[in-house]
């Protein structure tokens, strides 16, 4: 026949040994989550920042085009022919950009896509 | 030359007669009260099997007998079950939702009540874990812990963990009403966050990994659930995941049920305490559900966003009816609430917790 009380002790034991292990599989299963997040964002984060180079980039060479074409050419003058607009206008794009990268990272975060 | 001419008529006692009325019971509630029919068809037809004489079925030789022995007695059956659990189980509510892995701890409180109730009524430290296990709500949980601990109880927990799972839309609703308050069961809780791919094929490995080293004697049940669940969340395996899912799962779910009911034998079954094997296992079942919901409401004393108590029942491992009796009930007093996939985590959570109590009483007992 078992001692009651050792029973007792036992279940004791036993309940505290389950919420022990489930406690540490949730704090173990956060910090895993909050990991994954983070390196989700500095991805996310490199992968537009990556973009915004790209695009950098192709305005500059497209300004020198532009340039060279002008000098080079014998007509009318590109800057005649192709109005200052374009270019100020990617150049605005180019700054909404920049700082829009940043929220736009942490929005794509928020909303989980990977 | 005599046994030519032997039939079973003249050996069949009225005990065996109880037991084939039994397993015809089981069978009628299996088709056409449609309670668990995967598992009690098969328990309740491998019941009359068993108490046909002169078959032989169940000797070590006969074919019951051998599926048992290889299946059950080596503890290949239970574990593999796990296996297509695993892959037929989707952890993002419980990703989304890491604290309710402590709703899945809570609902297992009732298996320890159970346990002492067991010893008080006078069964060995042994045979009372066999039997408190029913509470947990899983039935190759049950099976995989009474093959070790009591085999002569498989067929009476067995039956009575599969019987209670089967009828919890009926026991849970009561229980859930006397705990909870209208203004309670009618808290929206905020939408799940989504979970990444990678986040959900860490969570098998660490998880694994974590519950093992913790609860050795837990690994075949918990290191089984955990590779169906990779198979799954891979994406890799998509064979290995559908065949874990489908095929493994119905060729074993056959097998445990006639091995199951094979042990129901006259001898074994037809006792006194088969009738209080039930009475506790139901006392196991009510008291679960309840300290589920109780530790729910003792959660929201500390949490800022509440939580629907109501998903604390849903901490017993009957997946996924504790979570439809949950979306029900929330719906009676709130039908704009919809709680199924809040109610999945602790869900799930329940059958990670019944698992490691399991390896917690095979460390205790062995």
């Known amino acids: ?9 036992l279940c004791i034991i036993g309940i505290g040994a389950v919420f022990t292990v489930l406690l540490v599989l949730t704090v173990v299963i956060k910090v895993m989550i909050k990991l994954t997040d983070l390196v989700d964002k500095k991805r996310r984060e490199k992968k537009l920042f990556l973009k915004l180079k790209n695009e950098v980039f192709t305005a500059i060479v497209g300004a020198l085009i532009l340039h060279t074409e002008n000098v080079l050419s014998s007509q009318k003058p590109l800057i005649d022919r192709h109005p200052p607009q374009l270019l100020w206008k990617f150049a605005d794009r180019l700054k909404n950009t920049r700082i829009g990268w940043k929220e736009t990272a942490k929005v794509e975060a928020s909303l989980g896509e990977v | 030359m005599l046994g030519f001419f032997e039939t079973g008529f003249e050996f069949l006692t009225l005990k065996n007669i109880v037991m084939i009325g039994v397993g015809l019971l089981l069978v009628y509630l299996a088709i056409s009260r449609e309670m668990e029919p995967l598992l009690l068809l098969p328990i309740g037809f491998g019941a009359i099997l068993a108490n046909l004489p002169l078959t032989d079925l169940t000797e070590s030789s006969g074919l019951l007998g051998i599926i048992f022995h290889y299946g059950i007695e080596w503890e290949v059956i239970p574990p593999l079950i796990f296996l297509g659990l695993g892959a037929l189980t989707d952890f993002e509510p419980l990703l989304a939702d890491p604290k309710t892995f ?8 009732g298996i320890f009540a159970a346990l002492i109730l067991a010893i008080l009524a006078g069964f060995s430290l042994p045979e009372a874990c066999s039997i408190g296990i029913i509470g947990g709500a899983d039935g190759p949980t ?44 009618k808290i929206i809780m905020k939408p799940l966050r989504r979970i990444s791919r990678i986040q959900k094929i860490l969570f098998p490995i660490v998880v694994g990994i974590v ?32 065949a874990a899912q489908n095929e493994l799962m119905n060729i074993l779910t056959i097998f445990l049920g006639i091995a199951v009911g094979s042990t129901m034998s006259a001898e074994n079954f037809l006792k006194p305490t088969t009738l209080l094997i039930f009475l506790i296992g139901i006392i196991a079942f009510i008291t679960c559900t309840a300290t589920g919901i109780l530790f729910a409401k003792f959660m929201n004393l500390f949490l800022k966003e509440k939580i629907n108590p109501l998903i604390g029942a849903a901490g ?4 996924p009816m504790s979570a439809r009796v949950v979306q029900k009930e929330a719906q009676k ?8 996939m809040h109610a999945m985590g602790p869900n799930v959570a329940g059958v990670i917790g019944s698992a490691i109590v399991a390896g917690v009483f095979l460390g205790i007992t062995l």
């Open chain 1, 1 to 9: 026949m078992v001692n009651t009380v050792n029973v007792v002790e």
């Open chain 2, 102 to 109: 402590l709703l899945g701890f809570a609902a297992q409180i």
């Open chain 2, 142 to 185: 049950t099976i995989y812990l009474t093959q070790k601990l009591a085999p002569h109880l498989l067929g009476a927990t067995a039956v009575a963990a599969y019987s209670y799972m089967a009828m919890v839309p009926l026991i849970q609703p009561p229980i859930i009403r006397v705990l909870t308050t209208v203004e309670e069961r």
């Open chain 2, 211 to 242: 519950a093992i080293l913790f609860v050795p004697k837990a690994a075949p049940l918990v290191g089984m659930f955990m590779l169906g669940n990779l198979f799954r969340e891979s994406g890799v395996v998509e064979r290995l995941s559908r």
């Open chain 2, 316 to 319: 017993v491992s009957a997946v």
């Open chain 2, 333 to 340: 007093v709130n039908p704009q609430n919809f709680l199924l």
